[in-house]
């Protein structure tokens, strides 16, 4: 699964983000064997690829500190994509001495952001990120890059589109697998989605467009659609909902996965992810967390239900 894979209009990708993005701003740190639990949970569901760690400072976010040990125990296998996501060459260092296929490296759409969450100014954050991604070419591997903070930034507002349109122009300089867009604090709409994506799309050539998006503000799911609708070919979500940043206050969780594999299905797009498994999954994780998940489907069930064969 190195190789990315165009799709038709009635498919989309999904990577599932619940072991990283999912579970980094939880309090409560879940034992390395939960993490690779929650992770072949997906895998057996059909998620081919995921989000695995992150290999960032554990003093600042302990709830990745065992990333190395989670890359250990999971199979070895070139059917799955394992991502690492990584700030700096340091980390992306780390990931490569693991089985990581690839680096999932982070540019940040503001300057006040960008410091808090990786110490970096905006442009920096572009330079380090066309780094990683020569790194991971050079070792063997894929590497993407995600715009963050790319619909609004937690502590200077809105962000200029012109500005997140002229990074990718810049990242896409280092020939990443795709370029992600954030919408790291949930504030985005679906017109102000669609039209960031097209432009997107319009200066980065070939380069396929993924999105990310946090239902902060209840308006994740139509996000998701919009992206997808605008040519977005992979969507980012997280088992049960969970999420947040350490860094953004009051980002809070990601789209559930089962919703939003919900919303895909039914409307005719092919995820070739088995909905009634990741709901499944869902109920567990609920129980791992001690605490109701936001997501909406796996209280609710699949429709239609399935019934009993005599």
């Not at 059909?46 to 976010?61: C, K, M």
């Not at 559930?256 to 409307?267: K, N």
């Not at 609920?286 to 605490?291: A, L, R």
Request: aromatic share 4%.
């Amino acid at each position: 699964m190195m190789r990315h894979e165009v799709l038709s209009m009635n498919s989309v990708e999904i990577v599932e983000v619940g072991a990283r993005d999912g579970l980094q701003n939880e309090p409560d740190i879940l034992p390395t064997e939960q993490k690779v639990a929650l992770i072949q949970a997906a895998i057996a569901a059909g998620v081919r690829r995921i989000e695995t760690a992150s290999f960032v400072n554990p003093r600042r976010v302990p709830q990745m500190a065992d990333a190395e040990a989670v890359m250990e125990a999971l199979p070895d296998t070139d059917q799955v994509t394992y991502i690492g996501l990584v700030l700096n060459e340091r980390g992306a260092e780390r990931a490569l001495l693991t089985r990581v296929h690839e680096l999932g490296a982070v540019a940040v759409a503001s300057d006040s952001f960008a410091m808090r969450n990786q110490g970096q100014t905006s442009a920096e954050s572009i330079q380090v990120a066309n780094a990683i991604v020569a790194m991971a070419k050079a070792a063997g591997r894929s590497g993407q890059v995600t715009i963050s903070a790319a619909f609004g930034c937690p502590f200077e507002g809105e962000v200029d589109p012109d500005h997140v349109v002229g990074m990718a122009e810049a990242l896409a300089k280092a020939g990443p697998r795709e370029i992600g867009l954030a919408d790291t604090i949930g504030v985005a709409v679906p017109r102000q989605v669609m039209a960031l994506v097209s432009r997107v799309q319009a200066v980065v050539g070939d380069i396929p467009i993924r999105a990310h998006f946090h239902n902060t503000r209840n308006t994740g799911l139509a996000n998701a659609w919009a992206a997808f609708e605008a040519g977005a070919v992979t969507l980012d979500s997280s088992l049960g909902g969970l999420g947040g940043c350490p860094f953004a206050p009051k980002a809070t969780g990601n789209i559930p996965t089962e919703d939003l594999l919900y919303l895909l299905h039914r409307s005719g797009v092919a995820t070739g992810i088995d909905l009634d498994a990741m709901i499944e999954a869902g109920l567990w994780l609920t129980d791992v967390m001690g605490k109701p998940l936001p997501s909406m489907v796996t209280k609710a069930g699949n429709f239609p239900p399935q019934t009993a064969v005599a």
